[in-house]
């Protein structure tokens, strides 16, 4: 079991908006730790989506953003595309743990 | 370009020994903490171990704690993890992964992955 829980799926039509929860508690998200996501095509590696709480690398379209709040982060994707359907993490830093965490991981499904 | 390749992957019996290494290239590698992240089949991510730009710091999982052992050789751009007493659940792809943040490193986050090594585990 994840440290930090996320839904294991979400889905969305083309368009659409969708939000991915990643839900902690008082020694990671709660402490204040950035929360941090990922990306990650079936069969390919990991790819960073936003770091900071809220800033997207270079590449990553405006049409993610993220959110932090207490215990909990979310990532809102907009303008659903097809080729956003892929697995997302989320990551943070738990100081009980003294260690990086992530949680278990969203599958996104664009019908 | 800024590029991760591990390599030393395979598969064993339970109770082995494997060494992964990671190349780096495209980026000053001294200046960055590096990490290993490790992927069950099927499932999730997991992180293993982080190891600071110096190498005066490491950092693991308590599911390999004591069994496995990060290190780096910034001369030569590269990354290791030393696999001892392996276990099936130890069975996984492993990521290379370039560490940044601002600050300390409870900051960090993982922005270049390599496309991992396959470890396999069983009898």
């Known amino acids: 079991q994840s440290v930090l829980t996320q839904p294991p799926s979400v889905s969305g039509a083309p368009g659409q908006r969708v939000t991915i929860s990643c839900t902690g508690s008082?020694?990671?998200?709660?402490?204040?730790?950035?929360v941090h996501w990922y990306q990650q095509v079936p069969g390919t590696a990991p790819r960073l989506l936003i770091y900071?709480?809220?800033n997207r690398p270079s590449g990553v379209p405006d049409r993610l953003s993220a959110s932090k709040s207490g215990t909990s982060a979310s990532l809102t994707i907009t303008g659903l595309q097809a080729d956003d359907e892929a697995d997302y993490y989320c990551?943070?830093?738990?100081?009980?743990?003294?260690?990086?965490?992530f949680g278990g991981g969203t599958k996104l499904t664009v019908l | 370009e800024v590029q991760l390749l591990e390599s030393g992957g395979g598969s064993l019996q339970p109770g082995g020994s494997l060494r992964l290494s990671c190349t780096a290239s495209?980026?000053?590698?001294?200046?960055?903490?590096m990490a290993w992240v490790r992927q069950a089949p099927g499932k999730g991510l997991e992180w293993v171990s982080v190891?600071?730009?110096?190498?005066?710091?490491?950092f693991y999982a308590d599911s390999v704690k004591g069994r496995f052992s990060i290190s780096r050789d910034n001369s030569k751009n590269t990354l290791d993890l030393q696999m001892n007493t392996l276990r099936a659940e130890d069975t996984a792809r492993y990521y290379c992964?370039?560490?940044?943040?601002?600050?300390?490193?409870?900051?960090?986050?993982?922005?270049?992955w390599g496309r991992g090594a396959l470890v396999s585990v069983s009898a």
């Open positions: 992964a370039k560490a940044r943040g601002a600050g300390h490193y409870s900051n960090w986050f993982f922005d270049v």
């Open positions: 495209g980026f000053p590698f001294r200046t960055y903490g």
């Open positions: 190891i600071t730009g110096s190498g005066g710091m490491t």
């Open positions: 008082s020694s990671n998200i709660g402490a204040g730790y950035d």
């Open positions: 900071g709480d809220n």
């Open positions: 990551q943070s830093y738990d100081a009980s743990l003294s260690g990086w965490v």
